[in-house]
Every structure is written in C-alpha cells, then in structure tokens.
C-alpha cells in the first residue's frame, strides 16, 4: 500500500528486487497453486515422491536446529501443543504463504496470501486450533 492505495509490488523502488510474476523461476520465488501443493502433499503422505524411510529422516534430522525447530528435506520440524508440525513457508512482497502437515492427524493445512498484514499469523494459528 503506497499513500493509502494499493499498488503493484514490483513497481515500487524499495522492492526493486522483484520481478513480475510472470518471470519467476524455481528454487525460490517459485509460483504454484493450492491445488498443485495438496497433490504435493498427497504424493508424500502416500510415499510416491520419497519413500516413506527416507521421509521419516526429516522427523528425525538435525540437518539444521535454532529455537527448537529442526530443519530437513525443506521442512521446518517443530513440537508444539498441537503435536509435531512440519511446514515450509515462503513469500514475496504482497504474497505470504504457508503449508503445514500434522502427519500424526492425517492433515495438511495450505495457507496462501495475497495480502501482508499483521495479523495473518493470528489468522492461521486460529485455523490450527480448529485443526486440532
């Protein structure tokens, strides 16, 4: 939001890191939709991606740890009072996402805006209380 209004991202100085959409490539700054990260999802609770021993590494690695989370295999591995979560979360200016599996509940959780506000992580951690 630049003076009250809302503008493209990409075409303000400060984001002058950002490139269109339309010219974004993988490993970082990769676009997809809801529906390709629950086929994802899918694909890796069924073992048809990555066998289920070598997923089963993730719970377990110590690849990368700060602050209690683990980090493996792109995943993001943390206890917490709503069991164990792994998630990946990504964004670009004007565009926040989050995906969460809670393997132990057979759910996956996929949390994509197009909006930043202060009060998105309010918003998920709500739909994770209803989740568990």
Not at 23 to 40: E, H, P, Q, R
Not at 75 to 96: D, I
Request: proline letters at 2%; glycine letters at 8%.
């Amino acid at each position: 939001m630049v003076n009250g209004k809302l503008e493209y991202a990409h075409l303000q100085p400060q984001y002058n890191f950002v490139s269109y959409l339309g010219n974004f490539y993988g490993d970082g700054s990769m676009v997809t939709t809801a529906k390709d990260l629950a086929v994802w999802s899918y694909a890796l609770k069924n073992c048809t991606l990555l066998p289920c021993h070598l997923q089963a590494l993730t719970m377990d690695s110590n690849i990368f740890v700060r602050d209690n989370i683990k980090y493996g295999f792109g995943w993001f591995v943390k206890n917490s009072n709503r069991g164990k979560l792994l998630y990946h979360t990504g964004g670009h200016p004007g565009n926040v996402h989050i995906v969460y599996r809670i393997s132990e509940k057979d759910i996956t959780f996929i949390f994509l805006s197009n909006a930043e506000t202060n009060n998105l992580r309010a918003i998920r951690n709500m739909i994770l209380d209803l989740l568990n």
